[in-house]
């Protein structure tokens, strides 16, 4: 994912803000996860593992929801 991200500062905007917003910016387009990932090889069979372990808990969750719409 390769994405370059400009953040200009606005018009009388503390540097802090300008921070915050392109640390916003690039957590929302993955680019942190992302280089997170990268500073590890991870085998293909982990890869497979971990999407197989994130979706088991995701149904589970969703399930634990909809039981606890119903009553």
Excluded: C, W
């Excluded at 500062?9 to 993955?30: A, Y």
């Excluded at 280089?35 to 149904?59: G, L, T």
């Amino acid at each position: 994912m390769a994405t370059n991200l400009t953040i200009r500062s606005r018009r009388n905007e503390l540097p802090d803000r300008l921070v915050k917003r392109f640390i916003k910016k690039t957590k929302k387009s993955g680019i942190i996860d992302e280089a997170k990932e990268r500073r590890h090889y991870k085998k293909p069979s982990e890869k497979k593992r971990e999407a197989k372990r994130r979706a088991i808990a995701r149904q589970k969750k969703e399930e634990a929801k909809r039981k606890k719409n119903r009553g």
